[in-house]
């Protein structure tokens, strides 16, 4: 259990050893139970909700907005170029520290 937790606190960017932490943790938790309420009976599972059509690859050209910076200056959290989720209560690492653990080391 005690490695489930670390590994589920480094994931999710919550210490889930003070109250914050826990009341987060009891709350995803009800939000999951909530899929139990679904009736899935002769539902087979899927890969993907698109995996029954054939996806073309294209180039990743932005067209129009191009306005990346703009919607980062929303971000609670960022790392790089990206949005941070869900807003944890254990402080992300230092910009020099990110090599690092965006390699996992």
């Known amino acids: 259990p005690a490695q489930l937790l670390d590994r589920l606190e480094r994931l999710a960017l919550v210490d889930f ?3 914050e932490g826990v009341e987060r ?3 995803a938790i009800r939000f999951a ?3 139990q309420e679904v009736n899935t ?3 087979e599972p899927m890969d993907s909700v698109l995996e029954d059509r054939c996806l073309y690859l294209r180039e990743d050209d932005v067209t129009e907005g191009n306005c990346a910076k703009e919607l980062l200056k ?3 959290e ?3 170029e ?3 989720a869900p807003p944890g209560n254990i402080p992300l690492p230092k910009l020099d520290e990110q090599e690092t653990v ?4």
């Not at 965006?102 to 080391?105: I, M, N, Q, T, Y």
């Open 33 to 35: 139970e909530q899929l």
């Open 78 to 80: 960022k790392v790089e």
């Open 102 to 105: 965006l390699r996992g080391s």
């Open 74 to 76: 929303n971000a609670r």
């Open 41 to 43: 009976d002769g539902v």
């Open 25 to 27: 943790l009891q709350e």
């Open 82 to 84: 990206y949005f941070v």
């Open 17 to 19: 050893r003070d109250a």
